[in-house]
């Protein structure tokens, strides 16, 4: 389970949600531009403070820490999955992926199965600058799951691909919980995409989380 109560004034704008997530699988947290879910991942991701609240994700509390500091991004296994996709230009595919590793993450993910689901073995010993949009997504995704160890979070990875590359990185996300039992926090304007991707739906407006909802279609254990 993942609980959360954030607190946080940024630029004159306040955050200030409370929920209750599922332990795995994918959340779709969907709202429009400017209610600050960006501020909120950053929170979860350890990129930006709270002012007050918590965060607990499977047991483990993250904020405020159980050792009473704040942990930095790099202690909290959080993989994250950017519009732009941020590989390391002058790494292979192979060489990204298995970054987060030799920094000293834990995933239980085998990398073959991984590889296989995302359809990305014939990328292994290419650049970045060779990739396609979706190609490039494809390898953050499993460089980001390879790194995580709580959680992924994904804010708005399609939002720079066309509609059909999007339909086709959309059927390689569905794939996610085959591979690993992470819980996965999917941020998108989309109710299409929440809807097929998510056992749950957060709608956030101006900083707060105004609904829940469960989708029965998805299961959840």
Not at 113 to 118: D, H
Not at 122 to 135: K, M, N
Not at 137 to 149: I, P, V, Y
């Amino acid at each position: 389970m993942i609980s959360l109560a954030l607190q946080k004034t940024l630029d004159g704008f306040r955050l200030n949600t409370c929920s209750e997530l599922p332990g795995t699988g994918f959340s779709a947290l969907l709202c429009p531009s400017g209610c600050r879910k960006t501020t909120l991942a950053s929170c979860l991701a350890g990129l930006c403070r709270p002012e007050s609240g918590f965060i607990r994700i499977n047991g483990k509390t993250f904020f405020p820490s159980e050792e009473g500091v704040w942990l930095t991004p790099q202690a909290r296994g959080i993989g994250y999955v950017f519009q732009s996709h941020r590989l390391f230009p002058h790494l292979t595919v192979r060489e990204n992926l298995f970054y987060g590793r030799r920094a000293g993450r834990r995933s239980e993910i085998d990398p073959n199965a991984l590889i296989e689901v995302l359809g990305i073995g014939a990328l292994l010993d290419r650049h970045p600058r060779t990739l396609s949009g979706g190609e490039s997504q494809r390898a953050a995704l499993g460089r980001a799951l390879l790194s995580a160890e709580s959680l992924l979070i994904m804010d708005e990875p399609l939002a720079s691909l066309d509609e059909e590359r999007r339909d086709e990185l959309l059927g390689y996300f569905e794939q996610i919980p085959k591979v690993t039992p992470l819980p996965v926090l999917y941020i998108t304007h989309s109710q299409a995409e929440a809807e097929r991707l998510a056992c749950t739906v957060i709608r956030m407006k101006a900083g707060r989380i105004v609904s829940t909802t469960t989708l029965n279609h998805r299961d959840i254990s």
